[in-house]
């Protein structure tokens, strides 16, 4: 019995402890970076003895204080590090983002944004032994990753893979916490995550560092990192809905027939139902399509095709495709290269087969526009209300906004690209294609 009480007041003793030290924590950063303030007040402390490490379930921070006291002993700059790393994955997104297909990359890909960002601060209370190793495992890295974020490394790692020695000597030098808690698990009761809540915290965060960053200097990378969290991104499945047909396409139209009638009907009079079904159904349909194909020499064959199978893959999988469609996938780079007509699953498989990519010249736009006005003209299309035009956007866009709704898909983010009309929508592609298998 004393020994067990002996524990517990060990216990307290060692949460007494780590709560001035995670004190000190919170008050050395909100001095230094006052528009953490909303962030660091989110966060809750809950002490989970035996953890052997911290992590994040949801909005809570779960200590092994016992852990966290011993790590202090040889690296003082501990807890400051461990609030600002778990506290840029919460600013950043990256719980959230639970859609990615190789989760050991995601984790490996975060806990490198992050950790560069904290070395990027140059912050002095939250250095560890290992920064200047961190650095030098970075300093490679970004050679082929310009912009360390999460998703740029992410990608990367996606495209060339890693080896397994490089595997661990990052898990070593850039883990702070565990991710296996980001969407519950464990021994503690699962916590929720209000997405929302933290995309307001991070929207003021990025107004309060405008003001904060002038005439003084701040983290490059951090702010490299909140523009990309905040960056609008589009469900491409959705961007393909607004290209819907309204058609009358001859099917039961289960929402107003009533089965009770019916089936009443045919055991009271053998043959004959109360109420026949309609057989119209009014749906949304895609049946004229039209995919531009930008194959100028900045575009590479293997990309354009793996999103024209993307695109037919996502209007299959959708209930509004046509069984019979017309789709035109035309290849142009300063000129219209090739036009190919697709009616039937045959003809898709046909022109992935033996297709060829043709163009390599210069970029421009027009030619396509032109040229489907053409065809409307011939009567090709019975109601064309979409054409998405994939490209690097290095191009002439037509003066004229054109009587059908259009969407050009970039394969990555580019602020030199030239301004998109107002008339067209774009999307950038590069988190679905680098996904796509």
């Known amino acids: ?16 402890l780590a709560d001035d030290l995670l004190r000190l924590a919170r008050d050395t950063i909100t001095v230094r970076f006052r528009f953490f303030d909303a962030a660091l007040h989110r966060l809750k402390i809950d002490y989970w003895h035996g953890l052997k490490g911290v992590c994040l379930r949801g909005d809570v921070l779960s200590i092994d204080p016992s852990f966290l006291l011993k790590e202090y002993v040889s690296e003082p700059g501990v807890a400051v590090r461990v609030y600002l790393h778990v506290l840029l994955h919460m600013i950043f997104f990256h719980p959230f983002q639970s859609d990615k297909t190789n989760e050991k990359f995601w984790n490996l890909a975060t806990d490198l ?11 002095a209370p939250a250095a560890l032994s290992r920064d200047g190793l961190q650095r030098d495992k970075l300093h490679v890295l970004q050679k082929r990753v310009p912009q360390l974020t999460a998703e740029k490394i992410y990608r990367e790692f996606l495209i060339n893979d890693i080896s397994e020695e490089l595997e661990k000597e990052y898990v070593r030098l850039f883990t702070i916490d565990y991710h ?6 464990g021994e503690r009761d699962e916590v929720l995550i209000d997405e929302e809540d933290w995309k307001k915290i991070t929207r003021r965060i990025r107004t309060e560092l405008k003001a904060f960053s002038r005439g003084r200097s701040s983290s490059d990378a951090f702010e490299k990192n909140v523009e990309e969290a905040m960056r609008v991104r589009y469900n491409y499945r959705e961007i393909l809905e607004k290209f819907m047909v309204r058609e009358e396409e001859m099917t039961v139209n289960d929402d107003e027939f009533d089965y009770i009638y019916y089936t009443y009907g045919l055991s009271l009079y053998g043959n004959l139902p109360l109420v026949e079904p ?12 039209v995919i531009a194909l930008d194959t100028s020499a900045s575009c590479q064959g293997e990309t354009i095709k793996k999103f024209i199978r993307l ?4 209007l299959k999988q959708s209930e509004s495709f046509f069984r019979k469609v017309n789709i035109h996938i035309i290849q142009c780079d300063n000129q219209v290269q090739t036009d190919t007509k697709i009616t039937c699953d045959s003809d898709f498989e046909e022109f992935m087969k033996n297709g060829k990519i043709r163009g390599f010249g210069d970029t421009d736009f027009a030619p396509v526009f032109t040229y489907v006005d053409a065809l409307k003209k011939k009567g090709e299309f019975t109601n064309l209300k979409g054409l998405i035009y994939f490209t690097d956007g290095y191009g002439f ?3 004229k906004m054109p009587k059908y709704d259009v969407i050009f898909a970039f394969l990555n983010e580019d602020e030199k690209r030239p301004p998109v009309p107002g008339w067209a929508i774009q999307v950038v592609m590069e988190d679905e294609l680098y996904e796509y298998q």
């Open 1 to 16: 019995m004393a020994e067990k009480k002996l524990s517990e007041e060990k216990r307290r003793e060692m949460e007494h």
């Open 113 to 123: 944004a992050v950790e560069n960002i904290i070395l990027d601060m140059r912050f």
């Open 180 to 185: 296996s808690y980001w969407h519950g698990g």
């Open 278 to 289: 309609l057989e119209y159904k009014e749906n949304q349909k895609i049946r004229d399509f």
């Open 311 to 314: 695109t037919y893959q996502i």
């Open 397 to 399: 866009y037509p003066p």
